[in-house]
């Protein structure tokens, strides 16, 4: 019995290294007639119409049948309710400095004046510390920027978030 299996087993193998037949041309690369195997396309005469029952007009209008616009309408309204009602947004800020003493808050906002005069900069009293802070940005990415050159002239500064009021 293992025998019969093993001598199928080799044949199977045999049969199946059967070596490819390749045309070679004259110039020695390879090349091989494929057209007996790719699959045959009948042309379509010009004569061919649709019948006058399939046909439509590309102009007209068609009510969709499965339609959310109702739904969806009512969902914008809220979400343009709330939104209108909405007075702040959150975003970010840079705080340059941060301590208890009036006059060097008033002086590191007036160096960040002279240092960066294109940064609107203002000074916030939340007892019992006074804050300098610059810029209001929506995202952190676009603080990023600003936010390396506040760095170069004052290393203590740091990216807070905060909210943004929206005029």
Do not use: W
């Given at each position: 019995?293992?025998?019969?299996?093993?001598?199928?087993?080799?044949?199977?193998?045999?049969?199946?290294?059967?070596?490819?037949?390749?045309?070679?041309?004259?110039?020695?690369?390879?090349?091989?007639?494929?057209?007996?195997?790719?699959?045959?396309?009948?042309?379509?005469?010009?004569?061919?119409?649709?019948?006058?029952?399939?046909?439509?007009?590309?102009?007209?209008?068609?009510?969709?049948?499965?339609?959310?616009n109702?739904?969806?309408?009512?969902?914008?309204d809220?979400?343009?309710?709330?939104?209108?009602?909405?007075?702040?947004?959150?975003?970010?800020?840079?705080?340059?400095y941060?301590?208890?003493?009036?006059?060097?808050?008033?002086?590191?906002?007036?160096?960040?004046t002279?240092?960066?005069?294109?940064?609107?900069?203002?000074?916030?009293?939340?007892?019992?510390?006074?804050?300098?802070m610059?810029?209001?940005?929506?995202?952190?990415?676009?603080?990023?920027k600003?936010?390396?050159?506040?760095?170069?002239?004052?290393?203590?500064?740091?990216?807070?978030?905060?909210?943004?009021?929206?005029?």
């Amino acid at each position: 019995m293992k025998a019969r299996s093993a001598i199928c087993i080799i044949l199977l193998i045999a049969s199946g290294c059967k070596p490819t037949q390749q045309t070679q041309t004259q110039d020695g690369k390879y090349s091989e007639d494929l057209s007996g195997v790719r699959p045959k396309i009948e042309e379509q005469t010009e004569n061919t119409s649709v019948p006058e029952k399939n046909r439509r007009d590309p102009k007209a209008y068609v009510e969709p049948l499965h339609t959310v616009n109702n739904q969806l309408d009512a969902v914008l309204d809220s979400i343009d309710r709330i939104n209108l009602t909405r007075k702040f947004v959150e975003g970010y800020t840079i705080q340059v400095y941060s301590g208890m003493k009036r006059e060097d808050a008033l002086n590191v906002k007036k160096q960040l004046t002279i240092s960066l005069p294109q940064l609107n900069s203002e000074l916030q009293y939340l007892q019992p510390n006074y804050r300098v802070m610059t810029g209001k940005y929506f995202t952190r990415l676009e603080a990023e920027k600003d936010y390396q050159q506040v760095r170069r002239y004052f290393q203590a500064a740091i990216l807070v978030p905060d909210k943004i009021a929206i005029n």
